[in-house]
């Protein structure tokens, strides 16, 4: 695997390595300045992935000091979890959507109480007990590939990140989280796009505990803000760089339809709860069943199996209906 690639002069990927995740990688984005440079996602806080980055600097002939800028696509771990440790190294101002920025700065992200809440979360849709104990191990791992850090500023839609040679326009893609931006660059028409469009995998939307509102009608709709786009050269945050966009948003949006058709299917005749209906759908293209799912991938399927509940919700398409606070769904 290329570590380093020149995308064009001045717009580095470097791919950083995420141990033991089926993702293998994560891209990050090296954009060259007249003042420093711009790093776009960080790779996340453990050892491996930090010796990697370094190391690419050092291959690059550059220092921490010449990064001026870190822009997280999103905060999940792998793209957020080294932004505290190279804005401490290099002094770099680290920016993030103002939504995201928003949940950092409010959540019980850096305490315990995000377990608790999650555990409480499964509980009423229907996990079993005996799911839970494994879970919480999982979170704690996750918790770790974070290292903490306060952004220095929020971003919005529009927005225009100027580096002095590029400019970087935020476009607002809530869904997969829900202050993810992509950055596009319209004199190379080149966009980077996180993890909202990735040319092979379907980018993970859910409901969970620290989730609200209906994540995948705002992805759908995320999608169709990029439509529109004249785009040359896709840069996701994994896997390989693309050149159809309008395909992969068609691929993109008859795969949920076909996902919330699947799901209709398992409650037209008796209501369910979200762990129920999880385990009577394919998963990762019908190649596994759901016995054979670990446990973090069987919490991943319900949190998933929800948010399409929920854009059904929202579309009068399935009702809601808490027994015994436990919360079922029945197609009308
Ligand atoms: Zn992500
Ligand atoms: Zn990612």
Same mark, same amino acid.
């Given at each position: ?51 990697? /980055?370094?190391? *690419?600097?050092? @291959?690059? !002939? $550059?220092?921490?000091? #010449?990064?001026? &800028? ?9 793209? /957020?979890?080294? *932004?505290?440790? @190279?804005? !401490? $190294?290099?002094?770099? #101002?680290?920016? &993030? ?22 555990? #409480? ?212």
């Amino acid at each position: 695997m290329n570590t380093i690639s020149e995308i064009i002069p001045g717009i580095i990927q470097v791919k950083l390595p995420l141990k033991d995740n089926p993702l293998g990688y994560v891209n990050t984005y090296l954009i060259q300045g007249t003042k420093g440079w711009t790093l776009i996602d960080t790779g996340w806080n453990d050892q491996e992935s930090f010796e990697a /980055f370094s190391k *690419a600097l050092e @291959i690059l !002939g $550059l220092t921490f000091p #010449e990064i001026q &800028l870190i822009i997280p696509t999103h905060i999940h771990p792998d793209h /957020f979890g080294l *932004a505290g440790k @190279i804005k !401490g $190294l290099s002094g770099a #101002e680290l920016a &993030l959507h103002e939504v995201d920025k928003f949940i950092i700065d409010s959540s019980d992200m850096w305490t315990g109480n995000i377990l608790y809440e999650m555990q #409480e979360w499964l509980r009423i849709n229907g996990v079993p007990d005996n799911h839970h104990p494994e879970n919480e191990d999982i979170s704690m791992d996750a918790i770790n590939l974070f290292a903490k850090a306060i952004p220095d500023r929020g971003l919005k839609h529009d927005d225009i990140v100027s580096t002095g040679i590029f400019d970087l326009q935020v476009i607002w893609t809530p869904g997969h989280s829900p202050g993810h931006i992509c950055l596009y660059e319209p004199t190379t028409k080149i966009l980077f796009s996180g993890d909202h469009i990735l040319p092979g995998i379907t980018p993970n939307i859910s409901i969970h505990a620290e989730s609200h509102g209906n994540p995948l009608g705002d992805y759908l709709d995320s999608l169709k803000l990029l439509e529109g786009l004249n785009m040359e050269l896709g840069l996701p945050a994994h896997e390989e760089t693309y050149t159809d966009l309008h395909g992969r948003i068609e691929q993109l949006f008859a795969h949920h339809k076909s996902r919330k058709q699947e799901i209709l299917g398992t409650i037209q005749n008796e209501s369910k709860t979200a762990f129920q209906i999880s385990s009577r759908i394919t998963w990762m293209a019908g190649e596994i069943t759901w016995d054979e799912l670990g446990p973090l991938d069987r919490r991943i399927a319900v949190t998933e199996t929800l948010a399409h509940l929920e854009a059904l919700r929202v579309e009068n398409r399935v009702n809601k209906i808490k027994k015994d606070d436990i919360v079922f769904y029945k197609a009308p």
